[in-house]
T-cell receptor, first 113, second 118 residues
Framework: DGGITQSPKYLFRKEGQNVTLSCEQN?????MYWYRQDPGQGLRLIYY???????QKGDIAEGYSVSREKKESFPLTVTSAQKNPTAFYLC????????????FGAGTRLSVL | AQSVTQLGSHVSVSEGALVLLRCNYS??????LFWYVQYPNQGLQLLLK??????LVKGINGFEAEFKKSETSFHLTKPSAHMSDAAEYFC????????????????FGKGTKLSVKP
């Protein structure tokens, strides 16, 4: 089945630790996105990538980093510089371009120990 | 900058009653408009999308939305609520012209949680 796989489903971070969230898609989509979801805040864009080996900062990129070395994969690292990382993280992909539908993974819930 | 407003963070209806979830956008040029649904601890699923082909858009699970340019609105409706409709609903917009690689980016409203009472 085609889709987007996020792992792990739950993740715990210790103080000063970097953690990486995985996002893999087999939809052959060019564009991939990372969102952060907090209660009552909607979805906020962290980073996006329209093509392999290229990515841009979204609205809340501070404290996060990404890479796009393969078309299928867009991992997100939450660095120790992100002081409030507790949230639900969603990855999405699309064919790209204006009006294209974004398809979402099931999300990763990150908590701080 | 483009923005989306969803009026009402929580809406409660009785089973069988009309569902109306409100969405207004800010752009002077009609954008692409989307409604997504999110069940607890899951990702978002597309309900429907407005592209300008028709002002009344039918989606999955009996939902539909009407685009009204004069009101800059794209409200979501369902004639008869079912218990399984309880979820959070997000309206999103995508500009028809993007810059710097932002084509296709979505701007989301803050969401409306729908509760359905038996």
């Amino acid at each position: 089945d085609g889709g987007i796989t996020q792992s792990p489903k739950y993740l715990f971070r210790k103080e000063g630790q970097n953690v990486t969230l995985s996002c893999e898609q087999n939809l052959n989509h060019d564009a991939m996105y990372w969102y952060r979801q907090d209660p009552g805040q909607g979805l906020r864009l962290i980073y996006y990538s329209q093509i392999v080996n290229d990515f841009q900062k979204g609205d809340i990129a501070e404290g996060y980093s990404v890479s796009r070395e393969k078309k299928e994969s867009f991992p997100l690292t939450v660095t120790s510089a992100q002081k409030n990382p507790t949230a639900f993280y969603l990855c999405a992909s699309s064919i790209g371009g204006s009006g294209s539908i974004q398809y979402f993974g099931a999300g990763t819930r990150l908590s701080v120990l | 900058a483009q923005s989306v407003t969803q009026l009402g963070s929580h809406v409660s209806v009785s089973e069988g009653a009309l569902v109306l979830l409100r969405c207004n956008y800010s752009s002077s040029v009609p954008p692409y408009l989307f409604w997504y649904v999110q069940y607890p601890n899951q990702g978002l699923q597309l309900l429907l999308k407005y592209t300008s082909a028709a002002t009344l858009v039918k989606g999955i699970n009996g939902f539909e939305a009407e685009f009204k340019k004069s009101e800059t609105s794209f409200h979501l409706t369902k004639p008869s609520a079912h218990m399984s409709d309880a979820a959070e609903y997000f309206c999103a917009v995508s500009d028809r012209v993007g810059y710097g690689g932002s084509q296709g980016n979505l701007i989301f409203g803050k969401g409306t949680k729908l509760s359905v009472k038996p």
